[in-house]
Each structure stands twice: as structure tokens, then as C-alpha cells.
Nanobody
Framework: QVQLVESGGGSVQAGGSLRLSCVAS????????MGWFRQAPGKEREGVAF????????YYADSVKGRFTISQDNAKNTVYLQMNSLKPEDTAMYYC????????????????????WGQGTQVTVSS
């Protein structure tokens, strides 16, 4: 059974940094899409960063480009989201997601197309 477990959320002041982790287990796919989404109260879930784990694709939403970085440690089956220069508008529940039904060079970014989700980790940025 596929499991995604996020950690690393917390409260930080504007301008600060956090690193989120997503540990994946229970699958044997060698390459696949991993994405980070966020959802603020009253808003739709939005994708902020995606990567194909063979390194052929990476994407950032305009709202986080230049501030967030997605990366992976294959030995630890872990995907990270480094978040720098955080702003109050980054406050949200952050989720990692995996999509296995995808070839390389592109990752579908719609929440409806993700195959598995983690439970989420809260990020709160104060001004």
C-alpha cells in the first residue's frame, strides 16, 4: 500500500524558511511524478511544485518561483520542498502527492489526476 508522509511544517515569520519532507513507501515504480500542493481555508487546492523523479521535468507555480525548490533523495525515498522568503500568503496546509500513471518529461498538475496523497502539514507565516 502506497503511503506518503509529510513533515516539516510549522510557524515562521515572513522572510523565514521551512523545509518540508515527504517520505514515500509501498511502491516499486522506478520513476514517477511527485508534487507539492497547498490549500488555504476557503480556497481550492493548488499545485506549487512538481518533479519527475528521473529528472526530466520540474515545474513551479508563478507564486512560488524563485523562492521554493523541489528536490529528492532517492536513497531515502524522500521528496523535499525548500521554502525560502516565506510570505503570509504562503500560509496553507501543504500536501505531497504522487502520480504513477505518467511517462517522463511532464507531470499532470491537476489535483484530480494525482494517485496518492499524504495527510498534509500546516505552514503558517506571520507578518
Amino acid at each position: 500500500q502506497v503511503q506518503l508522509v509529510e513533515s516539516g511544517g510549522g510557524s515562521v515569520q515572513a522572510g523565514g524558511s521551512l523545509r518540508l519532507s515527504c517520505v514515500a513507501s509501498g511502491y516499486t515504480y522506478s520513476s514517477h511524478c511527485m508534487g507539492w500542493f497547498r490549500q488555504a481555508p476557503g480556497k481550492e487546492r493548488e499545485g506549487v511544485a512538481f518533479m519527475y523523479t528521473d529528472g526530466t521535468y520540474e515545474y513551479y507555480a508563478d507564486s512560488v518561483k524563485g523562492r521554493f525548490t523541489i528536490s529528492q533523495d532517492n536513497a531515502k525515498n524522500t521528496v523535499y520542498l525548500q521554502m525560502n522568503s516565506l510570505k503570509p500568503e504562503d500560509t496553507a496546509m501543504y500536501y505531497c502527492a504522487a502520480r504513477f500513471s505518467q511517462s517522463g518529461y511532464y507531470c499532470a498538475r491537476s489535483p484530480q489526476l494525482q494517485n496518492y496523497w499524504g495527510q498534509g502539514t500546516q505552514v503558517t507565516v506571520s507578518s
